[in-house]
C-alpha cells in the first residue's frame, strides 16, 4: 500500500459564474521515503492541489470529487478531529513564504513549542531538548530559538519552518515552493540538506515548484501540471531525458543553461487559460507547437509513454497517429 | 564602442539602527562600472549584494554617499536644472521587478505611457501621442495595440504587463534601460519571451540595457558582458562567456555551481556552501567574502582586494585568483 494515494481529486473554487475548476482529476501515488516533484507555471493548480491534499483548503475552494488516502485512510471524508490526531504528527507542510509562515512576534522556540503541545503532551524539558534536536537537524544553531524570525536570513527562517515540520518525524513532509524566496546558492545548500534529511528519516516528501531544473537531481517521481491537469507524470530521469508532452518539452527549452554553446530559445508563446472556461479539447492547444486539428475538439487521456503518461494525442497508441511531425 | 555611461568610486551607505548608533550600512562600495552603447550587461548577485542600489543610484532615487556618475562626460551632480534632470530620466528609465504592482490598477494601460510622453515628448500632439503609444506597444510584441491600451492591467497577464513596462520605457526614447529583475516574477515559460525583446530593444531601437538579475543563467544568455557583485563590491566582471566559461574569483564558481542544470549530471562536491551573503555594516579591510572562500590566505583578512586584470577586458577582485 502506498503512503499516499490521491485518486481522480477535483477542486473547484466556487465563482459568480461557472466555477473554475482549478484540479481536473489529479491522481498521484507516493510510496515510502519517496520524492516526488510537481512543476507547474502560478495558476495550474499545484498548490491547491497541495493544499487538497492536507485538507487545509477553504472557502470558495472545494474537494468535489476523488478521494486522498493517507496510510489507507481517505483524508477527504475524514472529520477534523481525526485529522487533528495525523496532522503535524503524521503529515507536516512547510509552506511557501517563511516570512509570512513564521509568526513575527514571536520566537522561533515559541512557535516550536505551540506546535508541539497541539499535537502532544510534552513537558517544558522535553519542548526544549526536542526543539533542540531539530534546529541542529537543519544546521542551525539552537541559541536561534530564543530569536525572532526576522534576526535570521530567509534561508534560515526556510530552514527553521523545514525543522518545525520535522518536530514530530513526520512519514510525508509536504513542501509548497520552500526555496523560492531564496538565492541560488542557499536554494541548491536546502535541496542538497532536504535530500540528507529525507536519507537519515526516511519520510516521504512532495515538492511543488515552478523551476523544473531544481527538482532534476532530486525527485524520484515528476508531475508536470498544467492548466489543473496532470499532463505527464513518470520517473523524473525519463521525463527530463524525454519529454513526451509538447508542454513538458516547451518549459524545458524555455531554461537557458550556463553551460554548452548558446543557442536562442523561444519559451512557450502566450500564456495559461482561464480555468473557469476550460477549452474544449486539449488545454494546451492554443499554445502548441504541434497541434493536430482534432486536438481542439478532443480531450486526451493520459496514455502511458514507456515508464511515463502523457495527455497528448500525438502519445495515443494508434498506428496512423503514431508519427510526430517535428 | 562609444561610452554611454560610467561610474568612478560609486558608493552608498545607509544608516542602520537608532538615530544614534552611527553604524552604517554599505550597500555599495567603490563601484567602478561602464556601460557603453548598444551593450547589454548583466549585474548578477544575491539578494542584498547591493545590485539594486546600484539601479537606484542610476535612475537618480539615491544619490551617492561618494563617488560620481558621469552620462555621456558629464557628471549627474551637474544636473541642478529641471530640464536636465527630466532629460536624463528619459533617456535612462526603469523597469521595475514587479509587474502587479508598477503599473496603477485603477488605470487604463494607456494613462502610464501617456504620462510619459507628455512629460518627455512636448513636441507630440495629442494624435502624435497616440500614434506613438500604439508603435511602443507593438514593439514590444503586443498586438493589437491600440486595444491593448483600452484596458487595465488586471486585464493582462504577467508577462504582458512587464511588457507595458517596457513599452513605458521605450515611449521616451531612451538611451539606457535599467531592468531591475524585469522576470523574476514570470514564469518560466514566458520569461525567455521578456529575454528576446531585450535583445530585440537592443537591434530595433539601439538601447543599452543594464539587466539585473540573480539568475546567471538569463545573465550568459542576454548580456555581452556581465558584472559579479558580493556584498557591495564588484568582485568580477567581464566579457559573459569568458567571465562564465573561466570564472576567476571564488565567488563566481561558488554561484556557476548552484545554478541547476537539468542537462549536467549531479556534482556531489558542490554547494555544500552553508554561507549567507554579509550585512556589510562598518566593514573593516579585508575581502568581503573570506569567511565563505574555500581559498581565502591570511592577506585577505587584512587588505581588501581591488578589480585587477587576470585576462584581457577581465578583473576580478582577489588576491589568490590568476
Redesign the interface.
Known amino acids: 500500500m502506498p503512503l499516499l494515494d490521491v485518486q481522480h481529486l477535483r477542486v473547484e473554487y466556487a465563482t459568480a459564474g461557472r466555477p473554475a475548476v482549478a484540479v481536473d482529476d489529479v491522481s498521484l501515488t507516493v510510496g515510502e521515503g519517496e520524492f516526488v516533484g510537481v512543476v507547474g ?2 495558476g495550474c493548480g499545484k498548490s491547491t492541489m497541495l493544499f487538497a491534499v492536507a485538507r487545509l483548503l477553504s472557502p470558495p475552494a472545494e474537494i468535489t470529487h476523488g478521494s486522498v488516502e493517507f496510510r489507507g485512510q481517505n483524508l477527504v471524508t475524514m472529520a477534523e478531529k481525526q485529522l487533528n490526531l495525523l496532522r503535524w504528527r503524521d503529515f507536516s507542510v512547510v509552506m511557501q513564504s517563511a516570512m509570512n509562515a513564521l509568526n513575527p512576534v514571536a520566537t522561533i522556540g515559541a512557535q516550536f513549542a505551540d506546535a508541539l503541545t497541539a499535537h502532544g503532551k510534552f513537558t517544558k524539558a522535553e519542548i526544549t531538548e526536542r526543539s533542540v534536536e531539530v534546529l541542529r537537524m537543519v ?1 542551525i544553531d539552537p541559541i536561534h530559538l530564543r530569536s525572532h524570525p526576522h534576526q535570521l ?4 527562517r526556510q530552514r527553521a519552518m523545514i525543522a518545525m515540520a520535522l518536530l514530530f518525524t513526520p512519514d510525508l513532509v509536504i513542501m509548497d515552493e520552500p526555496t523560492s524566496a531564496l ?7 536546502l535541496m ?1 540538506q532536504i535530500r540528507e534529511l529525507q536519507a537519515r528519516l526516511g519520510f516521504a516528501v512532495v515538492f511543488v515548484t ?5 527538482v ?2 532530486f525527485s524520484d517521481q515528476l508531475l508536470v501540471m498544467y492548466a489543473g491537469q496532470v499532463v505527464e507524470s513518470g520517473p523524473t530521469r525519463t521525463v ?1 531525458d524525454q519529454p513526451a508532452h509538447p508542454y513538458s518539452r ?3 527549452d ?7 554553446p ?1 543557442v ?6 502566450g ?2 487559460p482561464d480555468l473557469s472556461r476550460p477549452a474544449e479539447g486539449c488545454r494546451f492547444q492554443p499554445r502548441c507547437p504541434v497541434a493536430l486539428p482534432e486536438c481542439a475538439t478532443t480531450r486526451p487521456p493520459l496514455y502511458p509513454v514507456g515508464p511515463a503518461q502523457s495527455r497528448c494525442l500525438l502519445n495515443a497508441p494508434v498506428e496512423n497517429n503514431a508519427e510526430v511531425p517535428s | 564602442m562609444t561610452e554611454l555611461l560610467r561610474t568612478r568610486g560609486l558608493t552608498r551607505h545607509f544608516k542602520v539602527g537608532g538615530t544614534f548608533s552611527g553604524r552604517r550600512l554599505h550597500a555599495v562600495d567603490d563601484v567602478d562600472l561602464t556601460i557603453e552603447e548598444r551593450e547589454i550587461i548583466a549585474l548578477v548577485g544575491e539578494s542584498g549584494s547591493g545590485k539594486s542600489t546600484i539601479a537606484r543610484l542610476l535612475a537618480r532615487v539615491y544619490e551617492p554617499t561618494a563617488g560620481e556618475i558621469l552620462y555621456r562626460g558629464r557628471s549627474l551632480a551637474q544636473l541642478r536644472r529641471r530640464k536636465d534632470l527630466l532629460a536624463y530620466r528619459g533617456d535612462v528609465p526603469m523597469v521595475f521587478q514587479d509587474p502587479f504592482s508598477s503599473l496603477n490598477p485603477a488605470y487604463r494601460v494607456k494613462h502610464g505611457i501617456m504620462r510619459g510622453l507628455i512629460l518627455h515628448r512636448p513636441d507630440l500632439d495629442a494624435a502624435g501621442r497616440q500614434a506613438e503609444a500604439e508603435r511602443v506597444v507593438e514593439a514590444v510584441g503586443l498586438h493589437p495595440a491600440a486595444e491593448i491600451l483600452e484596458r487595465y492591467p488586471y486585464e493582462l497577464s504577467g508577462g504582458q504587463r512587464q511588457r507595458i513596462g517596457f513599452a513605458q520605457a521605450l515611449a521616451y526614447r531612451p538611451k539606457l534601460i535599467i531592468a531591475d529583475e524585469p522576470v523574476s516574477m514570470l514564469d518560466v515559460s514566458i520569461r525567455i519571451g521578456l529575454l528576446n525583446l531585450m535583445a530585440t530593444l537592443r537591434e530595433d531601437a539601439g538601447v543599452s540595457i543594464l539587466y539585473i538579475t540573480h539568475d546567471i543563467a538569463s545573465a550568459r544568455y542576454l548580456s555581452d558582458r556581465v558584472a559579479v557583485m558580493y556584498g557591495g563590491h564588484i568582485v568580477e566582471a567581464g566579457p559573459t562567456e569568458d567571465v562564465l566559461g573561466e570564472p576567476k574569483h571564488p565567488y563566481t564558481q561558488l554561484l556557476l555551481s548552484a545554478v541547476p542544470d537539468p542537462r549536467a549530471p549531479l556534482d556531489p562536491d558542490v554547494a555544500l556552501d552553508r554561507g549567507e551573503p554579509p550585512r556589510v555594516v562598518d566593514p573593516a579591510p579585508g575581502c568581503r567574502f573570506r569567511a565563505r572562500c574555500p581559498l581565502a590566505i591570511d592577506r585577505c583578512d587584512v587588505e581588501t582586494p581591488l578589480l585587477r586584470d587576470l585576462a584581457p577586458r577581465h578583473q576580478a577582485a582577489c588576491h589568490v585568483a590568476t
Not at chain 1, 538565492?183 to 545548500?189: G, H, I, L, M, W
Not at chain 1, 536562442?264 to 508563446?269: N, V
Open positions: 507555471e502560478s544546521g536570513s530567509g534561508g534560515m538565492d541560488v546558492v542557499a536554494q541548491r545548500a542538497v515552478h523551476d523544473m531544473s531544481l532534476s537531481h527530463f516547451g518549459l524545458l524555455a531554461f537557458p543553461s550556463v553551460r554548452g548558446r536562442p530559445l523561444t519559451g512557450i508563446p500564456s495559461p
